[in-house]
Structures are given as structure tokens and as C-alpha cells.
């Protein structure tokens, strides 16, 4: 089993409608989780941490569930520009910054 | 601020062949980390340097891949013979700090190889 499990996609979604990826990970002593977004061709930039006690920012919310071991991106209002591909990834060892990558999700916003 | 820099932006090898990466990361940044990002997948760590010194290279292939980092700034990751496998993109990162705390890591523009 991938350390790290997301479903590539592609999600193809009318604008504004909302969207959700999951992504479920093996460790169950990781200890942060991240969603970056990636443009084609471009590098990961962070989106959004993903916090114990969820988190929003704008039409973003991340969610986190240890018991079933995944996080989740749910994209409200999708606009032209979201899309992308979402990566997810785990830090597992508290104090070693290493990030283990989800292969990603594809997402495309259909006018 | 300036962003993680790295240079060539593309490289275009025969199999055998050897190749060099060279990454500036922010200023002040004490950890940097070089990254493979094959096609369709998520970036795999290969290699973490905390100042110059290496904290993790579990995942870095060492028959082929090197990497260093010296005066614990710039760094350059090398491999030498290449093969068809190795055809990716090579991101360099760096984060602030290492240790205790949550520090996001930037990214660079990377490296994108084809082996031929």
C-alpha cells in the first residue's frame, strides 16, 4: 500500500460548483498534513496546512480525519483559475521535515 | 524576497551521460531538499540537507545520484551515468528551520531532464 493515496482524476467540474478530494495516508503516526496546488509545468506551492480542528481559508476548507486516516480539500464557488493538480502530503516524524507526496489530482474547471 | 533559484531549467542527455543541478535557496534558509517529480506523479524527497550536513538520502539512488551542499547554501545534485528511468523533473526546496516546528518549504522552479 502507497504511504501516501489520492485519486488522480481528472475531476472535471463546472464553474462554480463545488469539488472534493480526498486523500488517505498508511502512517497513522503522521503528524502534519498539507494540500499544495500545482500549475501545469509550474512548481507545488502550499495551499493550506490542514489542522486537527479543520481549517478554511475563503472558498477552501481542509478537513482531517485521524480515525479513518485521511485529509480532504473541498473547493467551494470554483472559479476558471483553480484549476490545477491538488497534491496532498504527510510529515510523519515529528522534528524530520520530510514531506511524502500524493501523486496528485487532477482538477479542471469547465466554463 | 527572492525565490529558490535553479539552474538549467532544461536538459536534454544521451543515456550514460552525466549531469549536473545547481540550487540557490532563500536566504537564510538552513534546510534544503532535492526532489524527483517523474511524470503523472507527486514529488519523492531523494535527498534532505540540514546546513550542509545530510539528514536523510534513504530514497536517493547513490550507485548514480550524488549531491552536496557546501557552506551549507548553494547545493548541486549530480548523476552520473544517467539512465532512461531518470527522465523527471528535479525540485529543489528549502524551509527555514528544521526540527520542532512546521516550516512550509518553497519550492523551485525546477530542473526538467530527458534521457534519451
Known amino acids: 500500500r502507497k504511504e501516501v493515496e489520492q485519486d488522480p482524476g481528472p475531476f472535471n467540474v463546472p464553474e462554480g460548483a463545488t469539488v472534493a478530494f480526498n486523500c488517505t495516508y498508511s502512517?497513522?503516526?503522521?503528524?502534519?498534513f498539507f494540500w499544495y496546488r500545482q500549475d501545469c509545468r509550474k512548481e507545488p506551492k502550499l495551499l493550506m496546512s490542514v489542522y486537527s480542528s479543520g481549517n478554511e481559508d475563503g472558498r477552501f476548507t481542509a478537513q482531517l480525519n485521524r480515525a479513518s486516516q485521511y485529509i480532504s480539500l473541498l473547493i467551494r464557488d470554483s472559479k476558471l483559475s483553480d484549476s490545477a493538480t491538488y497534491l496532498c502530503a504527510v510529515r510523519s516524524n515529528f522534528g524530520n521535515e520530510k514531506l511524502t507526496f500524493g501523486t496528485g489530482t487532477r482538477l479542471t474547471i469547465i466554463p | 524576497e527572492a525565490g529558490v533559484a535553479q539552474s538549467p531549467r532544461y536538459k536534454i542527455i544521451e543515456k550514460r551521460q552525466s549531469v549536473a543541478f545547481w540550487c540557490n535557496p532563500i536566504s537564510g534558509h538552513a534546510t534544503l531538499y532535492w526532489y524527483q517529480q517523474i511524470l503523472g506523479q507527486g514529488p519523492k524527497l531523494l535527498i534532505q540537507?540540514?546546513?550542509?550536513?545530510?539528514?536523510?538520502d534513504s530514497q536517493l539512488p547513490k550507485d548514480r545520484f550524488s549531491a552536496e551542499r557546501l557552506k551549507g547554501v548553494d547545493s548541486t545534485l549530480k548523476i552520473q551515468p544517467a539512465k532512461l528511468e531518470d527522465s523527471a523533473v528535479y525540485l529543489c526546496?528549502?524551509?527555514?528551520?528544521?526540527?520542532?516546528?512546521?516550516?512550509?518549504?518553497?519550492f523551485g522552479p525546477g530542473t526538467r531532464l530527458t534521457v534519451t
Open positions: 502512517n497513522s503516526a503522521s503528524q502534519s
Open positions: 526546496a528549502s524551509s527555514l528551520a528544521y526540527g520542532g516546528t512546521s516550516y512550509e518549504q518553497y
Open positions: 540537507f540540514q546546513n550542509n550536513g545530510v539528514v536523510d
